[in-house]
């Protein structure tokens, strides 16, 4: 069946055959709606793989933005142009945005992108697109229709969605990340980070000039911050936990075993066996997705899922919420945790087993602001203090305010303005460009 969609493709592809495209594309290309949405401002934004944003698109959306969402499975289709490119090969995968001039990814790409030009420009036009957005730098799926985009008058601005740097290991990851973009270049027009650290970093390293690369905040924080100074939440929801997979904030090869596993093993263990203790409370734990294939292992072979008191929710239910529901908070290296900080939540940080060893200092998520968190240095400290700050929540002014920095250092302003300057540089690259821009209403 591949073979036979790939010759499909690669023979539309060279015949430049639009219609196979062009129909589907239009027809599954969904406006992203809300309701009480401000006056529309004239700018129609794609989203190219749209379900990474969290919320943006719904806020840029009640912004007076038209968001459209770019149907993934036919974004990817394409993919079928590169007739050599095996994903699985890591060779390959590690060249493929700036393969050499002679090999058949080039080759393929030259093709592919005289292909998309006409289609994209057809597309834009039908839909009087203005700008398009992606989510990571990185994502190959996203290259060859941003790079087509701004060939065509399409600025691309990519709201980066990996940004929380609170250890060594993070700093001198993102480093090589910036390294690489150095390597193949930058094909959009602006990148937008949430704060300064990924930022210096990136103009620093990357070769893209400083004034493409923005720290703008995370516009979802702003609604956050605002339901917050309304204190418009109750809390009465029990002991929230964010899983953590033993790799956590440890990326690229290391020696076996090196990872959170004891800690992870016991700060689960101990949750569990925390809501068999305490029958009356709501234990609530929220995963992430990642890595959470051997948690959930851990937790069936703990009893888990047969406590009435324990409930588990995925990747994609609304962090913030549970948040705003619970009394006290514990995990690991999560951006959920300076969530809960600026929350007035309690935190239980698990500061033992592998955290406390020195070999594994430089992966220590916030290392340098401890004392934002209640810290466990054992799994019995670690059960008492989440039933002791479960019935006695409160934060001194002193730590809140040392909780607000960390919060706009690593997040975003309480200001909660984000979305006012996403809408500011979205603005900014459509009137530089020449595509679409007669119906833009100045804010």
Known sequence: MKKLLSYIVNFIIDNNILWPFYYPIIFLM???RVNNASQGNGVTILALNPYRFRGDLEDLAQAGFKVLKMPYKWQTRVFYAYKGYNYK?????????????????????????GYLSNLLEAIFLKKEINCIIGANIFY??????????VDIGCPYIVFHRENLVVNKHMHMVTKKYAELLNEIGFCGTSIVFHNNIMKNIYDKYSGVNPSKIHALGSI?????????????????????LFTFPPSSAIIGKHEDNFGWYELHNEVHTAFVELAIENPKINFIIKNKGVGWEETEALLIKLGALD??????????YDAQKLILESNV?????????????????????????EAQNGLYSDYLCFSDALDMFDLATNKSQFKDLLIERFRVSEISKKVMKYRELQFEKHVSSLSSNALQKYSNLIFSEVKRHNINNKNIQTM
């Open 89 to 113: 090969d890591k060779g390959l995968k590690d060249h493929f945005k700036n393969p050499p001039a002679n090999s058949k990814i080039h080759k393929d790409r030259v093709r592919l992108r």
């Open 329 to 353: 908070v514990t995990g690991f290296c999560s951006t959920a945790l300076l969530e809960s900080a600026i929350a007035g939540k309690p935190i239980i940080y698990p500061f033992f087993n």
């Open 220 to 240: 979802r924080m702003d609604r956050y911050i605002h339901i917050l100074k309304n204190n418009k939440f109750k809390s009465n929801n029990g002991i929230l």
């Open 30 to 32: 969904k406006e992203v």
């Open 140 to 149: 190959n799926q996203d290259f060859d229709w941003a790079a087509v985009a």
């Open 307 to 316: 406590l009435d008191n324990l409930i588990i929710h995925g990747e994609f």
